[in-house]
């Protein structure tokens, strides 16, 4: 239990320094322009319609939107995104190694 508690503060101070030095921000907003770029959100959106489409408008919450597509959205992520962004975020540490 505590090495859990330890990586939750961990991810907590992380998270902390990301948002006070606005590198959360620039990772997000990186992160949208890959998504676009590579089609993702394309996809997404395609996927979206047809789980609407099978399940009926009238039928579908939000909700269940969600829950139905994050999981292929998460998979539709590039590996190379994926790997950018870790770097930036390991780069990130690096600079912050007081953390």
Known sequence: VSRMNKDA??????????????ERERLKELLRAKLIECGWKDQLKAHCKDVIKEKGLEHVTVDDLVAEITPKGRALVPDSVKKELLQRIRTFLAQHASL
């Open 9 to 22: 503060q961990m991810r907590a101070t992380i998270n902390q320094k990301l948002i006070e030095t606005g």
